[in-house]
């Protein structure tokens, strides 16, 4: 038990917290840098589907190179995704990457809107420049002229107690923000801009989700309080050794002090010295049988 221990539990637990502040964005760099890195030439009007490392299995990313001119004039059925003809990535650039995701499982680790739950699985749109250079750069912005583009989404998993609830569509912009509309089309949401689509429904009565509140500030405050503890604990220890040795050191100065008779100083070192001697010597010769 020492401070290597303590280290170790405030890792744990600020590391719990970062885990559950994932960033989306930085999500969508990693898997156009990791698309990029596994098709190293693209070619024109091919889809590629980029099968993910083990730790993010469950999740879909395809992608297709475009010309401008040819998406412009007749539009694409990209998944799930129907994009009308008149929609214009900006800046201009002859060709760009069309980036589809499906992050399955994973959609609620990052996306979620508060007060609301996730009835489909996140799928993403996303434009990017037709480069090799770095991700941060490439983003293009669509630009809709006319008709909007069509998100499907082929499944809802809705619980029993949203049989009778309103379904909103929810799209997920850059750095976080969301727009919730009402679904006006059946399994179908119209967006004008690229992003993150879902579909949510208003989160079961705040009764439940209070007490789960109430109970997750109990586990916060148990798991500090542990800390504390432990904490003093150590101060604790940390305390006593010192006292101790303050006070060993106190009595070896009080002795060396109460011994002064008893030393002597030869050179630079201190001896201990006897005062008398116990047993007189006795010389043998002086034994008279
Ligand atoms: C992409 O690959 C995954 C498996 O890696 C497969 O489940 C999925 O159906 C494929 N999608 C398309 C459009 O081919
Ligand atoms: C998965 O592994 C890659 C490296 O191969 C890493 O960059 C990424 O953060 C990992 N993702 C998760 C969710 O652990
Ligand atoms: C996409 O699908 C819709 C409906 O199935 C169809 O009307 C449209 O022509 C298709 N567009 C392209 C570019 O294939
Ligand atoms: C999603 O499912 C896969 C298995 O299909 C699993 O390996 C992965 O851990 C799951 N992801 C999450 C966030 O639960
Ligand atoms: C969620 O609902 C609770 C009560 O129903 C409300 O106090 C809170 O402001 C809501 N949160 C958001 C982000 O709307
Ligand atoms: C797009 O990428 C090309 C190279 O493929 C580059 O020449 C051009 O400047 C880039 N345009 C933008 C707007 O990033
Ligand atoms: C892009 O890739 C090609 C061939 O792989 C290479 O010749 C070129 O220098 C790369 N450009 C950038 C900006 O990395
Ligand atoms: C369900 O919705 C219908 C109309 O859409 C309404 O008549 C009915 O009262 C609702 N049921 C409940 C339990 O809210
Ligand atoms: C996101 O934030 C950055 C800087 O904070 C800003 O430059 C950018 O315009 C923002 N994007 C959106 C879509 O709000
Ligand atoms: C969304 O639907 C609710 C009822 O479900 C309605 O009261 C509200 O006016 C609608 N909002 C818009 C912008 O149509």
């Known amino acids: 038990m020492g401070s290597k221990t303590i280290i170790i539990l405030v890792i744990l637990f ?67 995704f129907q994009i009308p003809p008149g929609i214009l990535p900006m800046p201009f650039v002859k060709r760009f990457d069309l980036m589809y995701q499906n992050l399955g499982n994973w959609s609620s680790y990052y996306y979620n809107v508060p007060n609301y739950t996730l009835v489909t699985p996140i799928v993403g749109l996303l434009f990017y420049n037709a480069t090799n250079s770095s991700t941060r750069n490439s983003k293009l912005s669509p630009v809709v002229n006319k008709d909007p583009i069509l998100v499907h989404f082929p499944q809802i998993s809705v619980s029993e107690n949203h049989k009778n609830v309103s379904f909103q569509c929810a799209r997920f912009g850059a750095n976080g923000s969301v727009e919730l509309t009402n679904m006006t089309l059946e399994n179908a949401c119209v967006t004008r801009d690229q992003g993150h689509f879902s579909i949510v429904v208003p989160s079961p009565p705040p009764a439940a989700k209070k007490r789960e509140k109430f109970w997750k500030w109990w586990v916060v405050g148990f798991g500090v309080g542990i800390v504390g ?44 010295s006897a005062t008398g001697i116990r047993t007189q010597p006795v010389l043998e010769s002086d034994y008279v049988p």
């Open 14 to 80: 600020v590391s719990r917290f970062a885990r559950a502040m994932k960033d989306p964005d930085s999500l969508d760099d990693f898997f156009r840098d990791y698309a990029c890195a596994k098709v190293s030439r693209p070619k024109t009007g091919i889809l590629y589907n980029i099968s993910m490392p083990a730790n993010f299995s469950g999740i879909e990313i395809m992608f297709i190179r475009t010309k401008t001119r040819n998406f412009w004039r007749r539009g694409a059925n990209f998944s799930t």
């Open 229 to 272: 503890l432990v904490l003093v604990a150590f101060l604790g220890v940390v305390m006593c050794k010192f006292v101790k040795r303050k006070r060993i050191g106190q009595m070896e100065r009080q002795s060396e002090r109460s011994e002064t008779l008893d030393t002597i100083w030869v050179g630079m070192s201190k001896m201990p």
